[in-house]
């Protein structure tokens, strides 16, 4: 396919009218296509069924250190659970926190303990006069938009090949002691679905903050939520190599099985150096007795083992496959060669990162959203909703069914076309 | 049976060397008896069990607004869960939200939204000088911790035979704007047993407090948590108090099921004014993707509505009725008369409130300790731990056997007279 840019206005002009007449179709069709999260769709959904037969009235319910699953008590998690979510990110079960069914309230509470109460000694950010954390982007909305009403203010750090600029991050952090934190989603990223690299994850752990409260966030989110057989990114285990390099408490790691059992009622954990742990559960002592034990054995029960993980992340990956190959296809046919579109490949997570030409995401997604296709609103990928470059288009596959799918990225990239010829001409 | 405080010396030490060598017997029976928190016991979990039965996989989990139980979304809980809720406490499923496992992550919310971002438009609690709780007393030990833990500071207000001492909390909240807030538990009062009569509600809900971001937090933890078929105490329903008073957004309240279906694995809600549950959804909006719909809709299921609720709490009362009968019994026969001992007489809830004379609390609950019954710390009834005449202990029979309580209590009425004497003496 020819460069747009090389093209004449004529010719533009000629591609243009048809493209029009296509929209105009398109938008007649009254579509409804929601493509705005990384959510599951209902096949995903049936694969966790098994989950809500594992325990019923005749189960055993008391623990392997002897405690009533149903009653009261266990902070942070029963150690079967413990047990269980350490495989998910290859960590000791003792780093292991086990909560509710999100990770986000897991994320959310470290801020507001730091906010509130410091980290373990220091000064509570509340009371300093500015905090800021280093936000990777393009990134994940939730992360910014939590750091954003906590008044944190956000310094964006591009995101290359490998992962975030690390000469960029190793040189803030060191400078400027307000710098309290990063948040990366270092596995499949939301959205570029790169994995950060082996020499990434050591410059990470090797970081020296001048700020002895900062801390890694590190939103582990999608580490056993590979597509292929044969392509699989490796991350390495951040904690072990902190620890290596003589900072065992710089981070935090989060996880959750949201998408690996069912989306509202996972199991959702945390993994840091047991120092950290301890203070983390005095101030979680004051706002629960405890989470659901049993929906933590149920997990333990159905899934058992990382074997138990592993077979079932096939069978998700055979669902998901072919919905971004299906998108890779389309997008690869209408608009390799272009010159108007830039877009991740990734072998794993729940996002293609699309990039249009420059000012064309926000037009974009308004037409799209005019034929009925909704897709995540333009900006959500950056901090405070701005991307300076309005370009990039994060591409949710999951949710609508591989024939709406079709129908969506055919809007998808015809709208693509139209704006960018706008732009062009 | 005679006052102790008329009779003589030699009388007094008499009984004295008595109880010493019955509590040296005791402890020489090596027990190990737990009565520190009001837990439900073995037979109260079993009434739970059919909660894991109501929903598994041949189920159907798509509720009657259409959207999927297993999948994410739904920020303030299923329209069939407010329902259920709201009828636990009497209120509008429309002034309900529906969370998680615990009624005290909602509260700790309320006090961390508060503190960073604001009730409501007023400045963050963070950044006054001073922010205090009125907090009446004897209390819940919880509240009172994560108060102290967020620097608020705790005023005590007594609490009479009809309720928390409302001119007092009338003259104090029309005074002084750093009062932020009240720490109810209005029904079956924990510990002193007592419901707050009809007039106080009234009086709460006509409550003229200078700040305007003062909200009474009025834990309703044992709205349907009756002992006795003819004797039930009912707390006039405070939401609709609030409006006739023109005050609707003067409460918020919490309840929650972990004391009516498993401990562990229960639903908490809370209900307030539809503007205030606005303002709460927005700020957890940023927190969570949203609760454990599956165990909302298992409750549904389970338990269906009121009557559902009703019959399910005649069975606990079944189970806690002769505990609280033999407390009561050995109380009075051992300790009626001798003028050491005042105590409640609940008619529902998980606690009987004991005050021993003066300077004997610490005491007691040492000893008891020593010869193996444990019993909630003294002083954890009070802010700060601290109970100024050291005379409230927390009876919480629910967790151990009949027989267990049977020794339980004969430890306690032996410890308390010894150590009565002593102070006597």
New interface residues.
Partial sequence: MSQYKDMGKEELLEIKRNLELQYKEMKCKKLSLDMT?G??D?NQ?NL???M??V???T?DLIGEDGI???????LDGIIEAKRLLASMVGVKAENVLVA???S??LM?DRL?QA???GVRGHTPW??LEKVKFLCPVPGYD?HF??TE???IEMINVPILADGPDMDMIEELVAADESIKGIWCTPQYANPTGITYTDEVVRRFAALQPKAKDFRIYWDNAYSIHHLYEDKQDNLLEILAECEKAGNPDLVYTFFST?KVS????GVAGMATSIKNLEAIKK?IS??????????QIRHVRFFKDEDGFKSHMRKHAAILRPKFDLVLEILGRELEGTGIADYTRPNGGYFISFDAMENCAKEIIKKCQEAGVTLTAAGATFPYGVDAQDRNIRIAPSYVSLADLQVAMGVFVVVTKLVSIERLL
Avoid: E, H, W
């Fill in positions: 999260r959510k599951p209902l959904l966790g069924m098994g809500l037969d325990i019923n009235s189960s009533d699953f149903r009653n009261y008590g266990i509710g069914n999100g986000l309230p959310y507001v906010m509130l109460q509340c009371r939730r938009a939590m009403q906590l008044g949201s069912l989306p509202g009622a101030q004051l706002k629960t007795i405890g989470y659901d034990k049993l929906n």
